[in-house]
């Protein structure tokens, strides 16, 4: 393994010249850039954003646009689902670990009715329409369950309530969010440099960040941040080099989910200037499956043909259980009845058999793994029965209809979509923390160069939910600083 | 979360007064902290160890005193076992993922047999006497298998040798090899601070370590290092801050092995200084279960009944398979011909049934779950087969003599012991790096306080192995800094 590039912070006493200053540099124009730049813009302060691309958007243009919202949010009022602060909260609690960080969950919970105003306050349209099928909604719905909620162990824990808020548009939603928030964030005054790619963090004599060096194609520049720099520049599953260092499973994923710009870069330059980092071998590792939902009726096993966990489960709880406990190793049985082709599967992936036996041996399984296996879930599920996951009754039936298939969905043989979710140790403000739990003076953070809301287990929304949401805190506390 | 103690370094310029001063000073005196204090003697540096208990031999002392060595040792040739550098490489490559430090495991592999010279030649007493029951020999012989090698997947991956050896003593082996340790240490010239708590590193203008403050009951004192400070201070395991925020799996396990003095404050007081930390999550999770060796011939399963891992797997991956994939739950099926009390489990951990449809609804388990779990263990056991996990054929046969029992292994009902594996990220010669890979000046670690050759997955002796090895390395690095 050798060393990733060199973000060692200068010395402020060793600046010059400063090409341009600000009270607040934000370091990166996604969604969480841009929420601190809103934020911090509306505060008062002077805000130059430092984007590397040609312009604003990041990986979040380029992603789903669901945000994880909740706790009774209008929208969930207007079509018909209670929802409480304390629902969600024991639902992340639960969903997100181990261990989630109960002082992030917290106030993104009690917070999240108002954070959605807010975004409807810059802007953001949404459709009072209920997507029912438990993914992203390819049509112009702006609600859909986005996690595991109705499904076994956290159905039991939190009552279920759907929390994946979109805008609404017909195709992927992340560019319209970005519309909007650039155009906040415009309003609100803020001067963007694009093309401008931050490399070091510039550091005081006590030890305070106050400033940021880089580079414009060739030419070198020195900003000055007269109250703070806020990092929202990205996770890290672009650095193999960190990657392989850091999380080294994730790196065994086909698809990054991100921009080249996800490069660690943010989460470097502050630990370099003394920040602590956290879980940095978690990642959100999606196994998109569905649509067709009819799949959800399959049986996903490991190569000893053991079941793995419910199949209606989020598509990142699948990921995350073949890749973390099963080697990355799966296998979804299906029978006649319940099959359809997944565009994430090529036909060749598929073996099958006439009887499980057949497609036992055809697979190389061990002699009466998958048979047994196959018996067990068909007696129990004749009686409406999961007795080892509790699938929902809607996708549980006896696989009973020969010819029977098994779709090879294997790490290395079908997409995983895949990002990092180990960063900076930010406080509830969006501050950034040393090893010893100290505010770095100065230093601000958001989105995936942080250690957000979830530790491991995913829920889509969560990434541009608390980038959004801690991106305002880290712009306010910044604007703030004395 | 709330911080821990702080250990930001100080300045050369506060420190008004040194009150001692040595080429090398040596942070903790355990295994790692002895074997560098002996190179750095020898090589001609005045060395002086500050070590925050009585007298010498932390954590080390404490264990069971094996190192994994290998490669064709002459020990291991005495006993008449075959072994080659490149076959502990694979087994080690292979054993201590995922994705073992390839810089670290090679010369690890590579200079084994050096190793064991240097070991014997400080006065470590061998016996050729080898121990055939696959743990910590409890009377005098000094070699033994201490890890999976002869299991599978390992024994189809590299050529299978014992490569725990220890002093020959009867009982605990620590203590002797410390023994041995520190006398060559003060024979090498040492000097030993003790009852001296090292807080904080101090650096110089130019961001080298040249010294360490800390205080010995309420006196403070500052130490000069003219060439290099050895961090060996151990884990973190006794941190209960550090363990909920960075690995918080391992805080289910009922067993700390280590000191109080295993807090951390090693890897803190580096990382406030720079350093890059790797694999926080990581650490040793034995699930001590053997003897009576004859639990072997048991299933284990999860609470699904589903059989975990070959059963003759080393301890501490049967503890790390139940409590990283299996939730920490998991019970040790037997018939009556294959018990025997381990001392391990209280006799109210045993669940009884005169059938497995009893033994299970007596567990609560699905219906059939464990019933066909051992259907199929025992109709390829009757083959003398185990084609799910291919348990060695010396444990494996048909369990069908009543009654039968489950011994409750969860995490909260049994002992697992645990200690930290992860933390500082060190070159091979035994340097302190930052994140972006550069060597910090006047920096060295090794033993705990550092992530080492195991990365997760874990072998008897690699503690005592790794940190003997790469501290003789950070010593002489230390010593020969110009």
Redesign the interface.
Known sequence: ????????PRRASEIAHWDDSADVVVVGYGCAGACAAIEAGRAGADVLVLERAGGGGGTSANSGGLLYLGGGTPLQKALGFDDEPEEMFRYLMAAC???P?E?LVRPYCEHSVEHFHWLVDCGWPLKEAFFTDAHEPPGDESLTYSGSELCWPFCDIAKPAPRGHCGTVVGPKGPLLMQILLGAADRAGARVRSGARAERLVVGADGSVVGVVGRSGGEAWAVRARRGVVLTSGGFIYNRTMV???A??LGRCLYKVGTEHDDGSGI?MA??A?A??????AGDVTLPLFPPVVLKQGVLVNR?G??VLNEDSYMGRLGEFSL??HDGRVWLVVDDAGFAQPANAPSQALSVGESWAELEAELGF????LQ?TM??YN??ATRGED??FRKQRAHLRPLDQPPYGALDLSVDKVIYAVFTLGGL?ISPQGAV??????DIPGLYAAGRTTSGVAKQGYSSGLSLGDGSFFGRRAGRTAARRP
Chains 1, 2 share one sequence.
């Open positions: 393994m050798s060393g990733v590039p060199e973000h060692l670990g181990p261990e960080d002082e392989e260092r850091y080294p499973l470097q630990a370099a003394g602590a980092t956290l879980r940095m071998d000893l053991q079941r973390l406990h061990p002699e009466g793994a047994d018996a067990f007696r129990h007795p080892l140790w923390r040393t090893p010893s739990g100290e």
